[in-house]
């Protein structure tokens, strides 16, 4: 599968973006799909994940109850709408897709990356 990250932009603190990821292929409802995202100077850190239906989701502690994850099936999408954005939250980020998970937020349980798309906050 191959996958197109978009949407990303500059923002004022406490605003909102909503980050699409367009993937390839028939079969996208059967991978599991995630977010992830790179701050200058640190490691990849894991944002949200769903679930191949899309009934389950998870998030980073750093975003839980701003960020959601959602996706479409019918459409090949997958998106994170990002709400009450903080400074901290600049990233580039990065939807990722596993074929063989169920469940995973670790970055090395995907195995299918898309280039990422730069979200800056400002305060």
């Known amino acids: 599968v191959q996958l197109q990250a978009s949407g990303g932009g500059l923002v004022q603190a406490g605003g909102s973006l909503r980050l699409s990821c367009a993937a390839s292929?028939?079969?996208?409802?059967?991978?599991?799909m995630g977010w992830f995202r790179r701050a200058p100077g640190k490691e990849r850190e894991f944002v949200a994940t769903i679930s191949r239906s899309g009934a389950s989701t998870d998030y980073g502690e750093s975003v839980k109850g701003r960020f959601t994850i959602s996706r479409d099936n019918a459409k090949n999408m997958v998106y994170l709408q990002m709400n009450s954005l903080e400074p901290e939250d600049t990233a580039v980020y990065y939807c990722?897709?596993?074929?063989?998970?169920?469940?995973?937020?670790?970055?090395?349980?995907?195995?299918?990356w898309g280039q990422g798309t730069q979200v800056t906050v400002s305060s």
């Open positions: 292929g028939r079969t996208f409802s059967s991978y599991l």
């Open positions: 990722a897709a596993s074929g063989t998970r169920t469940f995973a937020t670790y970055d090395y349980e995907y195995n299918y």
